[in-house]
């Protein structure tokens, strides 16, 4: 099969070829997908598990990307709730070959089905932006209806949807952001807006939650605008600088059958738009990770083209 491969930790994006590689096996509990989107996170060849695996073993040639969408095409031995046919999408482990290929093993129970109206480019833009925002706003940071949370990042990936989300539990949001990102943010449903390079976003006043994004000065001097008892919430980096008379916590995306199934059907409602930026073949990812131009939504990499049958 064909997927895209890096090597050398020290040649970063200039690294990742196009090559070919063994068709995956599937361990006990897993499936294998034939993958027809994939999305990527361009930061995760800093990531360690992007060069070993879970015991510090060397695994490279190493396959990026996380998040899919595809078409059962094998079982592994004991695997249940699944079937050979079936569309599916969601995460692959961070310690294992990814999604950047036109096959995959990924566990079970990290897969969710998929509606047939459901577009796979659409769907690999959900796992890790959608589960990020699901898990930050309600399971780590409990935003309910009538709070206030303030979301660095509006108009990217994860910001996006978790405007969406906080909008719809009752939420009053503001969103922060570059200039060109305030018409995004607004018409996700961000009531005030901030532009980070210009406007006195620390000056917003207090809020119930922060969900940042971002890290460095932002997500310190985030921490002064967190009510008492409220929450401070990131995944850039753990805090150095704590709310007074709240909480902050750092926290890392894990994938949830149950709320990827929930977030499908949002989209299938017209409840969650996730935005789609670039849609780009298998043979330009490379490209797309070496992209520095900023564009709102998620860069796609589209693997196959047409819908999988059984055993292809």
């Known amino acids: 099969m064909r997927a895209i491969t890096v090597r050398d930790r020290d040649a970063g994006v200039s690294g990742l070829t196009l090559t070919d590689m063994p068709h995956p096996h599937a361990a006990e509990n897993d499936v294998i997908v034939r993958v027809h989107a994939a999305g990527f996170t361009p930061g995760e060849l800093d990531w360690p598990a992007t060069w070993t695996d879970r015991a510090g073993r060397d695994r490279t040639p190493s396959i990026p990307g996380h998040e899919l969408s595809g078409v059962v095409v094998e079982l592994g031995y004991g695997t249940t709730g699944l079937t050979v046919g079936q569309r599916v999408f969601g995460l692959t482990d961070w310690a294992r070959d990814g999604s950047l290929a036109e096959y995959t093993a990924v566990e079970a129970r990290n897969l969710a089905p998929l509606a047939a109206d459901i577009d796979h480019t659409v769907a690999a833009a959900l796992p890790i932006s959608g589960l990020t925002a699901w898990q930050g706003l309600f399971d780590h940071a409990h935003l309910r209806t009538g709070q206030t949370v303030l979301i660095h990042g509006a108009a990217g990936g994860v910001g996006s949807i978790a405007v969406q989300l906080a909008r719809e539990v009752g939420a009053h949001v503001i969103g922060t952001g570059r200039a060109d990102d305030r018409e995004v943010a607004v018409g996700l449903g961000a009531q005030t ?80 738009n996730p935005i789609v930026g670039a849609v780009r073949p298998l043979s330009e990812a490379a490209s797309a990770f070496a992209r520095r131009r900023r564009t709102p939504g998620r860069t796609i990499i589209q693997v196959a083209d047409q819908e999988a049958t059984p055993g292809s």
């Open 193 to 272: 807006f901030f532009d980070l390079a210009a406007d006195d976003w620390h000056r917003a006043g207090e809020v119930d939650v922060v969900f940042d994004v971002i890290g460095g000065d932002i997500l310190d001097r985030s921490a002064g605008l967190v009510r008492p008892g409220g929450t401070l919430v990131t995944i850039a980096a753990p805090p150095t600088v704590q709310p007074r008379d709240g909480r902050a916590v750092f926290f890392v995306v894990e994938p949830d059958r149950a709320q990827l199934t929930d977030l499908a059907q949002r989209v299938r409602t017209g409840r969650l």
